[in-house]
């Protein structure tokens, strides 16, 4: 069986690597072909975590980078599209909700190769999110829907995708998780940073909707500045948020460390330590749920509302009033850790068998 898998941007290669690694103990029975589109293509957003989670070289790299949506979608779809004729495979195994995940996916679905779209089911009920149509449109053409949680299976079943098309899997990105905690106990970002375990707060802001408004970001940046009197923050930045915070002269404090884009095991043992997090990221909500980690999710809505019923996660308001309030809060009565079920580390090889053996799952 031939399986052609594809990886664009860093949240994808949390989710990729252990599903690689699954079908890879299947042996001779399977030829895997992994494909990189470029979307985020520098050392800092890309190469450092193909070497950390062990991802193999990619076998064919399409160098699509930048550019509007429409532009980039459009962009991957060209390049992507004598890749896939060359392969032939069986399966199209795309994740998450990327640029990437629904240009392939288009591609695939034109030319008759079945698709296997995991983490599916997600929903925001956000249209002015690029990711919700990413993710919508994806599912509207997959063949295999693999969801994380029991909310993905209800939401695509209220869309009126077949019930034998869905299987929940759990959630793989807990699996490179927990493969990875063993490397993340040996970072030494804590030291190098000069913190306590406890004692600081991890902050990421990407979202067009906080960062692309400079009257949002500015009363953001003012909410992160007073936290700040209270306990140190790091800030990872995102290219992104860099730039719009240059742009518009936003002042940030000194008690505020901006630092570039980190690995995953040493931005993993940031958020393990962290007294709470701050983050409008997708996958930060789950990965603070698995560690038990206090998340605030400065966004009005989120795809994964099983991370606040279940787990770690707060969604808050954007705004520096209510991000100031909901910090209070879970200060004086933090939430209980809770863990979804099948987070549990073998997501990956629920995916495997159902790809490669129909197995039931």
Known sequence: ??????????????????????????????QQTLVHT???????????????????????????????????????????????????????VVV?????????????SKIGVPIAHVEAGLRSRDNTM????????????????????????????AEGVSPDRIHCVGNV???????????IEQSEILSTLGLTAGEFVLATLHRPSNVDDP?????????LNEISESLPIVFPVHPRTLARLETENITVADKINMVDPLGYFDFMALMK??????????????????????CLTVRPNTERPITIDEGTNRLVQPGKDTLLAAWKEVQSTPPERRCPALWDGKAAERIAAKLINGLSI
């Open 1 to 30: 069986m031939k399986i052609l898998s594809v990886v664009g941007a860093r949240p994808n290669f949390m989710k990729i690597a252990p599903i690689m690694r699954a079908l890879d103990s299947y042996g001779d029975r399977v």
């Open 38 to 92: 470029g979307q985020h293509f520098d050392e800092k957003m890309s190469d450092i975590f193909f070497r950390e989670l062990e991802l193999p070289k990619p076998h064919e790299h399409l160098g699509v980078s930048g550019g509007s949506h429409a532009v980039q979608t459009a962009r991957i779809m060209l390049e992507f599209e004598p890749v896939i004729l060359k392969h032939r495979p069986d399966w199209l």
């Open 96 to 108: 998450g909700d990327v640029n990437s995940t629904v240009a392939c996916s288009l591609v695939a």
């Open 130 to 157: 690029p990711e919700e149509i990413n993710r919508k449109v994806t599912d509207a053409i997959s063949d295999l829907l693999l969801t994380p949680s029991p909310d993905g299976d209800a939401n695509l079943i």
């Open 173 to 183: 990105m807990i699996d490179s998780l927990i493969r990875a905690l063993p490397k």
């Open 215 to 223: 009257e949002m970001l500015a009363e953001l940046i003012a909410a």
């Open 273 to 294: 330590s962290a007294n709470v997090v701050l983050t409008d990221s997708g996958g930060v909500q789950e990965e603070t749920t698995y560690l038990g980690v206090t």
